[in-house]
């Protein structure tokens, strides 16, 4: 994204020593309303498809998705490293919606159900999305696939146009390779599972060159703390603006309504971690980003005896976008790999306004206080107060993090230094 316009720069100071930089920003480009609408129809139109050099696939036209928001459950028998790989890609795909339609966290899914993909997935209920690490090649009509996808879609034809088309999304369900995967670098996985985790929310085809910024078109697009822009939006519209149904005929620039591809942004920026909150077409999605660390966090060389501590900043928007402001400080017991998450000094101030050191109003009660669990170089929460945080840890022996909180009331993100 472009920036245009910084409205303001904050630095905070703690002491003498610079914590933060924050800044709005307003007239940020995103994808345009056409680009969009071609990007969905893409999906839509039944194909063909090209998949890796050799293969090629089609399907019944229409874009379709789940009436509500579904419930993802991962298999029983997954590593740490495996879990925490799927809940980060869980959040990531999260972040991209509302809060409200948000994806939901299942209990554990009984191993192998994704076998009978041919029939339907007869094992898996309504509205529900199974992940798997499987031993050895996911089951497809791929053979040597490293990930795959299958949905369960009823499809009914349609006598006047001649044809079948989608009309419902039932289940879905995802395997990715234990093996490949347990050889690739953390992110490479992320980005994979995000790919085949859109195609069973029921984005099915790989939209082509023209969309070489989307992970749907390159399932080793690197990601970092969200979604690209152009996936961003087409979730967004599929989710929020489209019926459950839709034929590639109703999909174009105006059927996607009023539309805005400028964004205004509150970033926040700690050493070499941004992070922050993107405001556009009336939903806030928090991002983070940085440089990976080279190691997992218990193989980091800090003493596993010890509590390490992350201190930093939050910023976030309110749905009434007033923007509130605190402090971030991230705990984890190195022997345990478990840990806490506490925002504090929650203030809140008037719309897309400064948010200062001193002034504002209370947000809440002031505070946030989450329970996270840590694999590999991911963090989840796993209880506390209501919503979801997730984060990933940055930098040279992990000395910072980066992460968001969704909730109904706020959506925001924070970074921190050790």
Known sequence: MKR??????????????QVAVAAISKGLELPSKERVAEYLWTHASGGPWQSGPNYSFTHPPGLVRFAVPPSVRLAAGMSKRERAIAMHAIALVNRALPYEHHVLLGPDAPAGVAWDWK??????????IFIE???????????GSSAVSHQAII??????????????????????????????????????????????LGFAGHPGKDFADSIMENAWFRLD??????????????????????????LSALDLGAWNDESTDITGVLGPVSFGVRHANNVSVPFTSGPEPSKPLAESGLSKTRVVTWRGELLGLTPKLR????????????????????????????????????????????????????GSNYLYSTGGDAGAVSGSFYGRNHGYVGGTVERLDLTAAFGARR
């Not at 923007?323 to 705990?331: L, R």
């Not at 790999?337 to 504090?344: N, R, S």
């Open 133 to 143: 690490f499987v031993k050895g090649n996911p089951n497809s009509d791929r053979p």
């Open 4 to 17: 245009l316009i910084a409205t303001f720069v904050l630095i905070v100071l703690v002491g003498c020593v």
């Open 323 to 374: 923007t509130v402001a605190g402090t971030a400080t991230v705990s984890v017991a190195l022997f345990t790999m478990c840990g806490t998450a506490k925002f504090a000094n929650l203030r809140s101030f008037p719309v897309l306004s400064e948010p200062t050191r001193r002034g504002g109003v209370r947000w809440g009660d002031g505070t946030l206080d989450y329970d996270i669990r840590v």
């Open 155 to 200: 499809r009914k034809y349609d006598a006047l146009q001649g044809r079948w088309e989608k009309k419902h999304l039932r289940a879905s369900a995802v395997e990715m390779s234990s093996v490949v995967f347990r050889g690739r670098p953390d992110w490479q996985a992320v980005s994979v599972l995000v790919h085949e985790l859109l195609h069973g």
């Open 225 to 250: 703390g969200s979604l690209p822009d152009i996936d961003i939006d087409a979730l967004q519209v599929l989710y929020t603006k489209l019926s459950e149904d839709t034929e590639p005929e109703e």
């Open 119 to 128: 029939g339907g997935l007869p094992d898996i209920p309504d509205g529900q």
